[in-house]
């Protein structure tokens, strides 16, 4: 017996601008992208502020996403609300299209467990920085739509670092067994910090770890926001109507360091950096937008203001946000605080320092969390 | 009334729940149409269907995975992993996620889940069988952990914990499962999670232990009274967050405290209660705590598992002891 497999790529806007005629009834839908435009702007200004607050001091650790916009776009656009969302770390850009808001995420990053607290996307789950185990939180949610009969898909992120955890490989095998409605996008930006795509597995595609698990497997350029939003929401129409899983691996790379606290200089060719940069994803849709006609210098001069404006209003918010009183390490530790804590919270509230009015925020310096 | 043993109770605490609330559900390794290797789910299957009996394939890391996912969403899992060796796996889901979904979403998510393990040695079982890793579990803050001592209690603190908003480890004592019958009452009353139950009140010494080391306790307990000692027998049950009231309160009558536990000694519960009790009630203790435990090596396999694990001897020694101390 003999097995083969093909993992087929879609894009459809290449490089340089261009669109492949197979795009179909997507490519012409001025709205649509233009939101895509919009939405991948926006992640990407967020983003820049974030690592200036960082570098000021006013931000913990932040992960960048910077050029992986078109991946989480593409991902959340093609959602429901009532579907639900299970994120890695540098899922930003998806995270702040399904409603979480620049404030929630900055409170994160700045050692508030408030910002995991999302008003909209209340069954979202939080960041998640272990590599690879959400995955089985994702087959887990799909297994209790599943059985509630709820027409909602779970939608995760793994890097393609965590593809090599194997908290990836039993989740992922669990989801083809049971048939749950889950997509799995592993937002393979080529790095896992240091480690280089190929040295963290010898496949030539991660799309194909699916076929062990019986689900099916596709790679898309991740840098095509269209052709990630047509393969997911394609995925996620299948799991709707009970066709099961399916594992996307989106092409794109990390044009940014790993973290704030990382220094990719010491491990990459900054020449490599410099290249990828003529396939990111922000520049191809513009260029595609104004050959169309639907996108001119004003209106993006009106977006760049529209959004650092709303950037800095975020800002003005997270840095104006009063702290959470000393004692909150103990709130929703458990439904309520066990007898036997009790003397811990009052030695807690007896040592703190004073909860007056507090100095900017609390920014922390940590090593950067994760590898994948 | 029916007399059960203790595995029959898990069993009627399960059909209870299920048929309760249609939001409990169990996992695990061949708890299907197998009953579970020790027969903890027998009958479930035909009764509740597959999709609420769920056989996973065999990955424990991820049977924890998947129940925090199903229970963040509104469903009760209640996991079974299939031998206390194979819980290992769990600890990265358990102290990454279960223990502090609630917290890190600062109350939006939350995770009543039921981790179920078979836990302990005595039943002459193969290497990586005999575990007993509560305190690794009672190290997590926002984890429960629960081992019962009986059919009775089996059955009314799983009720307990499967009702419970947060997630629990529930470590039934796998030499139990079968050693004796008691009558169990299926009327759905749940028994507290934060509270010693004392089994056997006494003078002269206060003996902490819980699950299968309970019934070498009660054991001594008989053979010390022979000799005129009445030891104070408490059942810890509720392991984390512990109820150290009553622990504390019987040592101030009694002055003297032996802790006895299978699991090795070094960082081991019993550790946890004597710094409390150091603490907190140093000037009522008339001797020195001692501690009666496994020793702190790997679990022999069968041919000397039984010298391993606290003995009626060595607890009756120890509590002489203290007493002539």
């Known amino acids: ?372 | 009334m029916a007399e059960l043993t203790l595995v029959e109770a898990v069993n009627l605490a399960l059909a209870h729940e299920m048929t309760r609330d249609r939001d409990v559900l169990l996992l695990g390794e061949d708890i299907g149409v197998n009953g579970g290797v020790f027969r903890a789910t027998n009958g479930l299957i035909a009764r509740f269907g597959r999709e609420r009996v769920v056989d996973t394939p065999l990955a424990e890391g991820a049977i924890a995975g998947v129940a925090i996912g199903m229970a963040a969403m509104g469903l009760k899992p209640v996991a079974e992993i299939q031998f206390s060796g194979f819980i290992y796996p769990c600890i990265d889901q358990m102290i990454n996620h279960a223990s502090r979904l609630r917290h890190r979403t600062r109350g939006r998510l939350t995770c009543p889940m039921v981790l179920r393990s078979p836990c302990g040695a005595g039943i002459h079982a193969p290497e990586h069988h005999s575990e007993s890793p509560e305190a690794m579990f009672a190290h997590m803050p926002g984890l429960r952990v629960v081992a019962p001592s009986s059919p009775a209690r089996a059955y009314g603190l799983l009720l307990a914990a499967i009702r419970d908003p947060d997630p629990v480890v529930f470590l039934e004592p796998t030499r139990l499962y079968r050693l004796f019958r008691q009558e169990v009452l299926d009327d759905g009353e749940a028994l507290p999670l934060d509270a010693c139950f004392v089994s056997r009140e006494g003078r002269d010494a206060t003996v902490v232990a819980w699950g299968a080391m309970l019934h070498e306790v009660m054991t001594a307990a008989e053979l010390l009274e022979q000799e005129g000692i009445e030891i104070e027998v408490i059942d810890a049950a509720t392991l984390k967050p512990l109820d150290f009231e009553t622990i504390l309160r019987s040592v101030e009558k009694t002055g003297r405290c032996v802790i006895v536990h299978e699991a090795p000694r070094t960082c081991g519960l019993g550790a946890e209660i004597a710094a409390q009790i150091g603490e907190r009630a140093l000037y009522s203790l008339l001797a020195p705590v001692k501690r009666v435990t496994g020793y702190d090596v790997v679990v022999p396999l069968s041919r000397l598992e039984m010298q391993y694990m606290p003995s009626v001897a060595r607890i009756a020694d120890a509590v002489r002891k203290v007493v002539e101390g």
């Open chain 1, 1 to 372: 017996m003999s097995v083969s497999f093909r993992i087929d790529c879609l894009q459809f806007l290449s490089p340089s601008g261009e669109l492949n005629e197979t795009a179909g009834a997507i490519a012409r839908d001025a709205n649509l992208l233009e939101g895509f435009y919009r939405a991948m702007m926006r992640a990407r200004i967020f983003d820049g502020k974030a690592i200036a607050l960082q570098r000021t001091g006013k931000l913990g650790t932040f992960a960048s996403a910077l050029g992986q916009e078109a991946v989480g776009v593409g991902v959340a656009s093609a959602m429901l609300p009532r579907d639900v969302l299970v994120p890695s770390y540098r899922d930003h850009a998806a995270q702040l299209l399904r409603g979480m808001t620049m404030v929630e995420n900055l409170l994160y990053w700045g050692g508030d467990e408030r910002g995991s607290d999302f008003a909209v996307p209340r069954a979202d789950f939080p960041i998640c920085i272990p590599v690879g185990t959400q995955v089985a939180h994702a087959v887990g949610a799909a297994y209790a739509f599943l059985l509630r009969k709820e027409d909602r898909v779970a939608v995760c992120f793994v890097g393609d670092g965590g593809t090599g955890n194997g908290a990836f490989y039993e989740a992922l095998n669990m989801a083809g067994v049971w048939k749950t409605p889950v997509v799995i996008v592993i937002n393979n930006n080529r790095w896992a910090i240091s480690t280089p795509r190929e040295r963290e597995c010898a496949a030539e595609t991660l799309a194909q770890k699916a076929i062990g698990a019986g689900v099916e497997g596709v790679q898309v350029d991740g840098n095509d926001v269209i052709a990630v939003y047509q393969v997911v929401r394609q995925a996620i129409e299948k799991a709707r109507d009970g066709g099961g899983p399916t594992l996307i691996e989106a092409l794109t790379f990390r044009l940014g360091d790993h973290t704030t606290a990382d220094d990719a200089t010491r491990y990459r060719d900054p020449q490599v950096v410099q290249q990828e940069w003529a396939r990111e994803p922000i520049g191809r849709l513009r260029t595609y937008l104004a050959a169309k006609g639907f996108w001119t210098k004003d209106r993006e001069d009106a977006l760049l203001k529209q959004c650092a404006a709303e950037v800095e209003q975020a800002v003005a918010a997270y840095l104006a946000t009063p702290a959470q009183q000393n004692d909150s390490m103990f709130d929703h530790l458990y439904a309520a605080l066990p007898f036997a804590m009790q003397s811990q919270l009052e030695e807690a509230r007896r040592f703190a320092p004073g909860d007056g009015p507090r100095e900017a925020v609390r920014a922390v310096s940590s090593p950067g969390g994760g590898d994948g």
